[in-house]
């Protein structure tokens, strides 16, 4: 049994047989609110109900971040099996958890100082995130100190890149950065936005095209200029749409030596903002640390 538990967040996408395989605690990113009621991610709405409630009517879907109290409650059950725990969460700049994680860290740190809790800022999110929680996970499965689990994820980090496309401006308005006029008159267009991740953890705009063909080139055009390797670990996550992620993963394996290509859903969570159809793909070489 590996000395150092992973914790992470729902937006990472981990497949529950990995989670199970490498015994990482998978947490709520946040709490979905949609008419009044709430409802956790992955307990008590799956996340194809979830999408269907934003497709049903979108201003009725909301988030509501965790409290302190909730982490440490969750840091609590998982002291219980180990006294060295690495929670990686989404990235800062487009979350409150990291900040909220730590408040938490200072209390149990007061009840529990015997525990050693570190919380890492990944800088990135869904299908990157998920990579850099795998590596992590890996390399406390090798009997890693937390020291040492902590240094490996901080490098595979590093190598980590995070690519994603729009597949409507529809769901936009959810995120502030256009108004909701604007986003349903963009999505007529039929206008499919691709960002990236930057090294700060942000989103930035790279490109756009007019077909989901176009868009798929794209990615790979743009994931070849990046990693510069053509040896590649690839997970990619899709918001309800299963055939987009599967006609990327063909295109990957025809243009790339894919070490393992592991497809995903997105969460509703961060997914309410960019609607069904964004597809997310995250990758990285193989890396010697871990072999």
């Known amino acids: 049994m590996s000395r150092v538990h992973i914790i992470t967040d729902t937006v990472a996408g981990i497949p529950q047989n990995l989670a199970e395989e490498y015994q990482i605690r998978v947490i709520p990113a946040a709490i979905i609110i949609y008419n009044g009621t709430s409802y956790i991610e992955g307990v008590t709405l799956s996340v194809s109900e979830a999408y269907q409630l934003i497709r049903k009517d979108p201003d009725r879907f909301t988030t509501s971040a965790l409290t302190p109290a909730q982490f440490l409650d969750e840091y609590r059950e998982l002291s219980k099996k180990t006294k060295d ?35 890492f800022d ?17 390399a406390a499965a090798m009997g890693m100190s937390l020291d040492q689990v902590a240094g490996i ?10 690519i994603m496309m729009l597949d409507t401006l529809r769901y936009v308005y ?21 960002n990236r991740m930057t090294d700060e953890g942000t989103l930035e705009f790279v490109d756009k095209v007019r077909n989901r063909e176009s868009g798929y080139k794209r990615l790979i055009d743009l994931i070849k200029e990046e990693a510069k390797t053509e040896s590649l670990h690839f997970m990619i996550m899709h918001a309800a749409a299963p055939e987009m992620a ?15 290509v592991l497809i995903s859903e997105y969460s509703p969570v961060m997914g309410y903002g960019a609607g069904p159809g964004a597809i997310f793909v995250g990758y990285h070489p193989e890396l010697e640390l871990l072999q």
């Open 174 to 194: 959810r995120t502030g950065r256009m108004s909701k006029m604007a986003s349903r008159i963009a999505s007529m267009f039929n206008i499919k936005p691709i």
């Open 153 to 162: 994820t901080e490098q595979v980090r590093q190598k980590t890149k995070g």
């Open 122 to 138: 990944c800088k990135t999110v869904a299908g990157a995130q998920g990579l850099i929680v795998l590596s992590a996970a890996k």
């Open 85 to 119: 725990i690495l929670h990686i969460a989404l990235s800062s700049s487009l979350s409150a958890n990291y900040r909220t994680a730590g408040l938490a860290s200072e209390m149990l740190l007061k009840e529990s100082p015997q525990t050693n809790l570190k919380i």
């Open 246 to 260: 599967d006609r990327l993963a063909e295109l990957l394996r025809q243009e790339f030596n894919c070490l393992r």
